[in-house]
């Protein structure tokens, strides 16, 4: 091979191995030959595919069985194909249908006479037609989390099959109120349309078997889906909403798979090893040994300038970023959102005459179509990897959005559980993989466009910048700078001094990045630690109850539990602790272990105090009902009064109505007037403060809860809150305690800046107080839209209950299960801390 000289030569091979390359190769072959799970660190556009192949290749010939090599996608599974044939490393593609395999190639592979090349759904599937291997090894493992628990899902999309959603749907029922029922069924509105719910069939078996049966009932592809998860379906999860159901568990179930676990060694080829645990979760093993670069100086990438549409003068993101692709008019546009939509943005950014390519042109023509052609615009949704665009071929790539919510479990745990912690590494992972497509070597470079104001404002905290390696922070860090308030012309003036690449790019801009280099250090993301320990009991507790050994499983989500301790992993461990209950309760021998599962779900209860989803679920057999928040009592109490008294049905409709109208326009003063009327429909006593410099709505749950709301109309042009904002929402709460004769607010009142396209620089966040947060109008909206659902429903059912107990019970029961107790809606509008994470 190239470390001995024992590959044959091809005219088309690369020279040499770069000195990183050598190193790994070296360091697997004398310290990790036997080592059954390792993950290999190549950072982006480092060269991970031929150490990887050399790896294999030294592996055959020493004549200890197959060597199967598998990329996430068959794109990719050609272009390390392609490698192997340039290189001289004998191998056979093996993807699509294995009865289009060629039965030569499958005899070669099993034989040990070439290295199978596959993808990984060719392995994880049901009956998987690869042999035994010697050696797996799993190109861009970092992004095993969607191409393997994918594997394990049945995913049910409501635009794609509308039929299959509702019928699914319809044996999920006995899990659901009927004012959700009747929200899923009907017109899609805000609140319903937006939110995911988590459901456990577990807990009602005769639900299960029903669930079970209407599964059986669908057609392909979500019948190969459910052979993967039909053992274990009461151990899955179920994540519903308007536009879809996803049935899964967490961890994938691989000890099950033939070729996967009997498998000798596993090696994950990998951009980042990351300390969280999230090579373990994604691929259902305990334990991965990792093995950093060898090398102690790091190999060099490829420059990437950042520019931040959303922070430059003007206010025009879009536009800006049509105009830098006009510059070249060629560019990799992807996206978290869906095929359709991530087209539809690559066709708003391409110029006039500009051809427009998307996934159906990728799979019919390949990435060299697109490469290869002089002009174009490629628009992909969740393809932040294996997509090599080197040199020429594009030099601008656009990222559209947060890539946070690639699935509903991932939406479930972004937005409900408060677990971002659990995805911060994923999320991460896919940034660098996306800004890296076009930096394939040490002298690539490419213009980044990070557009859309939440992936700006991940980037303007300083816990995710820190997190990343020291290179990539500086060029981040020196495109915030030079997008921050610069006016559009002198940005563009820039990314052409850039694209030109010449001596006024090495005068003036090579130095700056140098110089924000120098003070760059990497810091692990809050929580990662803590994570990466609890990884192993997480992965092996879901193999015991995909099994069905329920104690088992409660057991090690239990020893889980006290290593996500730290504040950032609150919201995760309310989680574990809610899971274990359920799974404690489920298998349940006595009274005693029943009580015990009633506690772990009270624990939930307590770590994630912002655990609204877990006012969704039912309560346990035998559970005494949980103490409601006092300002939920306040709200219910408000609610009832007004039931109970002198009701005009048309009037309280027709604010409501207009309500919801106020809360989608612009114009301040409705807009404030709309915000009060949501605070008095939630049970608030709700009113605009007098005087200059005060809160637009001001909601207070008796003595028990405060929360005062600011939404800026008129945002800054550049795309950031002014530092006065910040200083004025501090002061808002201690205001109204001084309206109200109060010395302090209650313990825990938030304050609330709405805002929709602003972020909070990094420079000016650190001043916010801790109970300051940042929140978008859509929520306000979605609120709004279970409000009016809410009280739509209690004006038909609540009126008609004598007792005024059981009314408040009624009143409760149709609050929570739509999100709309106080505690509830503070979770909902309390998700960003504008205050940095300790």
Known sequence: MYLSGALPRTTSAVDSLWLHQGDVIRAYAENHRETPDLALELPTGTGKTL?????????????????????????????????????????????????????????????????????????????????????????????????????????????????????VLDALKPFLSPLLIQRLEGEPDPGAHHQVRLILPGVNQPALAGLDAALAGLPQPHSYKLAMVRSGLGACAVYLSYGGIQIRPMVPPTYDNRVFARSRQRVYLSATLGSGGELERAFGRQTILRMPLPTKTPPRSGRRLFVFPDLVEGGDAVGLTKRIIGLTDKALVLSQQTVANAEALAVELAGEGVPVMGKRDLEQSGLESFAEAPTGVLGLANRYDGLDLPGDSCRIVVLSGKPDAVGLQEQFLSERADSNAALAERVRTRIVQGAGRCTRGPNDFAVVIVLGPDIMKYFSRTENLKALEPELQAEVEFGWVNSKAAEPDEVVENVEMFLEHASDWRKLG??????????????????????????????????????GDWIGASEKLQQAVPLVGPEATRGY??????LAGVWLHLGAQDETQRSRARELVRQAALAAKRGTWLKEMPELPGADEAPPAPEDIAAVNSVVARLRGQLRVKQIKSDLSEMQDALNQDEASRYERGLTALGSFLGAEASKPKGQGRCDSAWCWGVAMWMTIEAKSEEDSNGLLPLKDVRQANTQLDQLAADRGSDHPPAGSPAVILADKSSVDPQHAPVANSNVYLASTVVVREIASDVAAV???????????????????????????????????IDRLTQHRIRPVS
């Open 51 to 167: 150490p990887g192949l050399l790896i294999g290749e030294w592996v055959r010939r020493e004549d200890e069985g197959p060597v199967i090599y598998a990329t996430p996608t068959k794109q990719l599974a050609r272009q390390v194909a392609a490698t192997a044939a340039r290189e001289g490393v004998p191998a056979a593609l093996l993807i699509g249908t294995a009865r289009d395999w060629a039965p030569a190639d499958e005899a070669f592979v099993e034989g040990g006479e070439a290295i199978g090349i596959t993808t990984y759904s060719s392995i994880f599937n049901s009956r998987p037609k690869l042999p035994e291997a010697r050696l797996l090894i799993f190109d861009d493992a970092h992004a095993g989390e969607q191409f393997v628990g994918n594997e394990y899902a049945i995913t049910i999309r409501r635009h794609d099959d509308e039929g299959a959603y509702l019928h």
């Open 791 to 825: 009280w739509t429903d209690l004006l038909s059912t609540a009126a008609g209950i004598a007792s005024e107990s059981d009314q408040k019970q009624h009143v409760r029961s149709v609050m929570a299960d739509n999100g709309c107790l106080p505690s509830q809606v």
């Open 510 to 547: 090579e130095p700056m990045v140098a110089e924000f280099r120098q003070d760059a250090i990497k810091v692990e993301a809050p929580g990662a630690d803590a994570l990466g320990k609890a990884a192993a009991p997480e992965v092996e507790a879901w193999q015991l109850a995909f099994g």
């Open 573 to 578: 461990r309310g989680l574990l602790l809610y």
